[in-house]
Structure formats: C-alpha cells, structure tokens
C-alpha cells in the first residue's frame, strides 16, 4: 500500500511517497480504504514540526472520505463497504489508513468522496465557530478573514445563511470575486486597503461582533480593533505566523473584549459529539445553503506540490488528493 511519509521535519520535499503496512484494525478502530483526502494548512504545521506529531516517521493528514475494509473488536456501527467520512487523527494520506471509530461517521449517499473528504476537517471547523464558539443569529456583523480560503468559503455561506452581515478579508481581485459570490456582503483586499479601517466605515464605528481570524500574526492585533464593545476575537489558526504573547489588559483597553483559541478535536472529544456536529454539517450540504467549492483534484503522490501550493497562498476553496 502507498502512502505519504515524513521522516524528518522540513519544506514540501520531505513528503515521501513510499510503501507501508498499516496491519489490521484494533479493538475500537476501523480500517478504511481512501477514496478522497482534504488537504489542510494544519497538515503545513505537522510538516514543519509546529505542531508536534506522536513520532517520526509518521505519515501526515487529519481528513478522508472512502469505503470500511474492515472493523475491529467492539466496533457495531460500521461494516465493511458503508460510506464513510472522517477528521481523525494523523495518518490520511494513504491509500487506505486506519481510523478509530470515534471520528467516522456514514456519509450520506447525495454527498461524494470528494465532497467528503474536502468538508469535514474544515466543514466541522466551520460548525463549531458559528454554533458553538460564538453562535452567530441574525442580525450580528461578523468578519472572516482569509474568507477565500476552505474554512473561509464554508463559514461565509453559513453564516449568511443564518441572517449575519458577513464581512470578508482576501488577498486578490480574484478572491475577492469568489468571497463575494460566496456569502460576503463585504469584500477588504488587505493587500490594498486597510482593512481596520474599512470596517469601522462599513460599520459605523459600531465595529464586528466576533471576528474569526485563521491568519494569526499578521492580521493581530488589527483584529482586536475591529470588534465592538464585549466582542469576541476567535483565533483558530496561524497560517502567517502565530499571534505572539500579548498583554491581558489589551482586552480591557479595546472593549472589555472576549479572546479564544479553540480547536477541533477538543469539540470532537465523544463520538455523540462528532455525531451531532457532522448532522449539522451535513444538512446546510444536502440543502444547497452551503456548497462545498473543490478547486484543485491531485494525486496523492503529488502531495509535495500540493503543499507548495498552499503555503504560497495559490489555492482557493479545497484542495483534495486522490490516492
């Protein structure tokens, strides 16, 4: 079996496409044949070393759609050849890969692999930042930034499904036309405006009730400016950087403000939980109010350019490897 492999921490070229042996599915897992493979920016971070993986080699990926081959001991809700999708821990760039039973849930028959596989990871991202972080209703103001991005694209058509004015930062002309067909009442191009001061005009000086902000260091503290009185700032990614160690008291002086960073697998700590949010994820697909934009098909083995890809900020939407 094939599958992507890292021995050693690095750029894009430390992406080994070689043979492995997965073995069988312990009790509580389920052995799962790859049909489609999200690729992510938390897949950069396990590639750098950022974030720590449980060892080298390891191979990396957290998102997959596919078939089950087979389940092992005390696993009653799988059965080899069910539909299934995941955002698991590490091991998804592989032909077929071994998942516990906790993260899979069956896919339903109107979604395809692809589809599957490019929704989940950030799909269930966007889920617990509108629903569960701060919980977005009609009527708040929200900002997005890197809205053309694969979380960016699902929050911004979710979050104008539920009655917010959706305020949205990219990086290009281009991007700026896909967020605006994608949910944003409002489109900042960073790169040639200031995008602190667009919203305060865009608002009135009210300022955002929450800003979700996947960028990190080069969109903070400018993100604090942008909230309101109680506002919530919802750090959930660093794709520039990470944001670096501030002072508490920042948030007394800017509006008594909220700041968080959760993330995804702290939401997906039971399966009743994993359950619960992929319904709902699920739904706003099979409706229509959210479409889930693939912009880039590659094969597996083409991992290292896929990567380059992505961290030269050349990608919109989801990337999904073929294996």
């Known amino acids: 079996m094939k599958a992507i492999r890292i021995h050693r921490h690095g750029g894009p070229e430390v992406l080994v496409y070689e043979d492995v042996d997965i073995g069988q599915p312990g009790p509580g897992e389920v052995r799962v044949r ?4 999200g690729l992510n920016f938390i897949d ?4 750098t070393g950022a974030y720590k993986p449980p060892g080298l080699p390891f191979t990396p990926g957290n998102e997959g759609a596919g078939e089950v081959v087979a389940v092992g001991e005390g696993v009653g809700d799988f059965a080899p050849g069910d539909r299934v999708a995941y955002a698991a821990t590490l091991g998804s760039y592989a032909e077929e890969r071994i998942v516990p039973a906790q993260f ?9 692999f692809e589809t599957g596989a490019a929704m989940m990871l950030k799909g269930l991202t966007a889920q617990y930042l509108l629903r569960r972080t ?22 911004t058509q ?6 917010a004015t959706v305020i949205g930062t990219v990086g290009s002309p281009d991007k700026a036309e896909l967020a605006r067909h994608n949910g944003c009442d409002h489109v900042i191009d960073y790169r040639r405006e200031d995008f602190v001061a667009r919203v305060k005009e865009i608002t009135g000086g009210e300022g955002c009730h929450v800003v979700y902000d996947g960028v990190g260091k080069a969109t903070f503290p400018g993100s604090l400016d942008c909230l309101r009185r109680f506002g919530y700032f919802v750090s959930f990614g660093s794709a520039s ?4 160690a501030f002072d508490i008291l920042l948030l007394a002086q800017k509006g008594s403000l909220f700041a968080t960073r959760p993330t995804l697998f ?4 039971t399966h009743e939980d994993v359950v619960e949010m992929s319904n709902d994820l699920f739904h706003v697909v099979e409706s229509g109010v959210v479409k889930i934009p693939i912009h880039a098909r590659m094969p597996l ?8 890809r992505l961290e030269a900020r050349q990608t919109t939407g989801s990337t999904v490897l073929l294996p």
């Open 34 to 37: 790859n049909m489609a493979v």
């Open 44 to 47: 950069v971070y396990f590639r």
């Open 104 to 112: 899979l849930v069956h896919l339903p028959g109107a979604i395809d």
């Open 134 to 155: 701060f919980r977005v209703e009609a009527g708040h103001t929200i900002l997005v930034h890197a809205a053309a991005g694969g979380v960016g694209l699902i929050l």
């Open 158 to 163: 979710w979050a104008k499904h539920l009655g």
């Open 241 to 244: 950087g990470p944001v670096e």
């Open 266 to 269: 702290t939401h997906l700590a």
């Open 301 to 308: 083995a083409e991992a290292a350019e896929a990567h380059r």
